[in-house]
Structures are given as structure tokens and as C-alpha cells.
Nanobody, 124 residues
Framework: QAQLKESGGGTVQAGGSLNLSCEVS????????MGWFRQAQGKKREAVVG????????YYAESVTGRFTINQDSANNTVLLQMNNLNPEDTGMYFC?????????????????WGQGTQVTVVS
């Protein structure tokens, strides 16, 4: 059974950085698009970033482009999200998710494995 477990969330001041990790078990990462979604209080969950199983190509939401970087550590079955220059609009619960297939999507319903989430709070 696939399991995704996020860690690394916390509270940080605006302009600061956080590194999120998603520990993956029970699935072969090379056959999945791995993505991060976030949900702010009272808002819909949105796609933040995803990395495809083919060539490691990634997409980024416009709001995080240039500030967030996703990487896969296949040796440790981990997906990493480096977040720099954080602002209060980045506050929310961050979820790691896996979508079967070699290519990525931003469509939430196409991801069939989800973690429990890790809270990120950015204070000004």
C-alpha cells in the first residue's frame, strides 16, 4: 500500500525559507508524477509544483516560480520542495501527491495517492 508522508513544515518569517520532504513508500516513483499541492484556510486546494517521471521535467505555479524548487531523491524515495523568499500568501497546508503515469498534471483528481499534509505558516 502506497504511503506518502510529509515533513518540514513550520512557522517562518516573510523572506525566509523552508524545505519540505515527502517520504514515499509502496510505489515506484519512476512511474508517477510527484506533486505538491497546498490549501489555504477557506480556499480550494491548488497545484504548486510537480515533477514528471520522464526526464524530471517540472511545472510550477506562477506564484511560486523562481522561489520554489522541486527535486526527487530516488535513492531515498523522497521528494523535496525547497521554498525560498516565502510570503504570507504561501501559508497553508502542503500536501504531497502521486499521479500514475510518466507525465505530470495539475489536476487534483488525477492524483490518487496523498499524504496527510504539513502546515506552513509565514508571518510578516
Amino acid at each position: 500500500q502506497a504511503q506518502l508522508k510529509e515533513s518540514g513544515g513550520g512557522t517562518v518569517q516573510a523572506g525566509g525559507s523552508l524545505n519540505l520532504s515527502c517520504e514515499v513508500s509502496g510505489l515506484i516513483m519512476s512511474r508517477f508524477c510527484m506533486g505538491w499541492f497546498r490549501q489555504a484556510q477557506g480556499k480550494k486546494r491548488e497545484a504548486v509544483v510537480g515533477i514528471s517521471a520522464v526526464g524530471g521535467s517540472a511545472y510550477y505555479a506562477e506564484s511560486v516560480t523562481g522561489r520554489f524548487t522541486i527535486n526527487q531523491d530516488s535513492a531515498n524515495n523522497t521528494v523535496l520542495l525547497q521554498m525560498n523568499n516565502l510570503n504570507p500568501e504561501d501559508t497553508g497546508m502542503y500536501f504531497c501527491a502521486a499521479r500514475p503515469g510518466y507525465w505530470c498534471s495539475r489536476t487534483e483528481s488525477e492524483f490518487n495517492h496523498w499524504g496527510q499534509g504539513t502546515q506552513v505558516t509565514v508571518v510578516s
